[in-house]
């Protein structure tokens, strides 16, 4: 098992920046891939895939967020990090960390990004 915690949402305005953490529990460098996703107000039922990291350090991201959005991890510090630059108010939702084990998904309790116009 793992428990994430993520940090580092806000209130910004649009084309601000914000970096957003996802604390593990334990170790992450045998988690193969972690990531974020996203849940917007207007669609309380779909998590959107925002962006992914291998251990390897391949990344992947949904084509709304490329060129704006980089996803990193540090290992040594149990974390990964997204960047989040030129922000837009489509952006604004709860931001969700999670973590692909061979145990299955683990979801941290997400942090709210908004972005106003």
């Known amino acids: 098992q793992v428990q994430l915690v993520e940090s580092g949402g806000g209130l910004v305005q649009a084309g601000g920046s914000l970096r957003l953490s996802c604390a593990a529990s334990?170790?992450?460098?045998?988690?193969?891939?972690m990531g974020w996703y996203r849940q917007a107000p207007g669609n309380p039922r779909e998590r959107e895939f925002v962006a992914e990291i291998t251990t390897g350090g391949r990344s992947n991201y949904v084509d709304s967020v490329k060129g704006r959005f980089t996803i990193s991890r540090d290992n040594a510090k149990n974390t990964i990090f997204l960047q989040m630059n030129s922000l837009k108010p489509e952006d604004t939702a709860v931001y969700y960390c999670?973590?692909?084990?061979?145990?299955?998904?683990?979801w941290g309790q997400g942090t709210q990004v908004t972005v106003s116009s």
């Open positions: 334990r170790g992450i460098s045998t988690i193969n891939t």
């Open positions: 999670t973590a692909l084990t061979a145990s299955g998904p683990y």
